[in-house]
């Protein structure tokens, strides 16, 4: 569904050059998850930000649905994202102004899906947003709003979630409920998750954990 090969990227200072990812290789098949591990400023974000086609690697080849982007236009690239891939981070960027319902459908409506759609209702139900749907999502608590944000990035069907610290804003209760249920939706769909977490906790809920480490990816047992 995701395959990386051979992915390096450099960003320069000045003087200085930080080599953050040195020839990563990854593939993640349907249905699959996987957690990327590693301290702050190791480069998880960027290597999410590359394998969804938001940044440009310096080299190496990023397949999703086995397109290769490098052969797609900026505008294809785009259309990908929007009617395949999903989003949430650690900020729930929800639309404000709009109900919880009005975000759900937001993307539906950009890909022209029909708005009553039975995967609505039962990502509605088991996130627990059925009372929640015509609140305005600026009062919703930081929990709902990121059980909101799971809805919104799941609500077009994606093939692949790209989550980057999903629970970064929630305490540790609310976030095994919100993974719990994000890793529920995820297999429900048959989606595939790729999930950046500093958390071995957050990250045991993937099927396997890499570890990124100087520029390079490893297996944790
Ligand atoms: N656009 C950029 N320009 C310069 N440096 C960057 C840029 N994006 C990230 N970096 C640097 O690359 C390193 C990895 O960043 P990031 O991918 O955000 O790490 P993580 O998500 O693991 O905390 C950090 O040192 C960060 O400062
Ligand atoms: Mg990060």
Redesign the pocket.
Known sequence: MLSLRSIS?S???GESE?Q?LRGIDMHLGPGESIA?L????????????IAAGL?SPDSGEVLIMGLSLAMQSEREIAMLRRRHLGFVFQQFNLLPGLDVRDNLLFQRRLNRLPPDDPWIEEISSVLGLGPLLGRPVEVLSSGQQQRVAIARALAHRPQVLFA??PTGNLHDTLSRQVMDLMVKLVADSNCSLLL?T?NREMASYADRQLM?EEGHLHELA
């Open positions: 990227k960003f320069h200072d930080l953050v990327l590693g301290a702050s400023g190791n480069g998880k974000s960027t290597l999410l930000q940044e980057d610290e950046v500093h990124l």
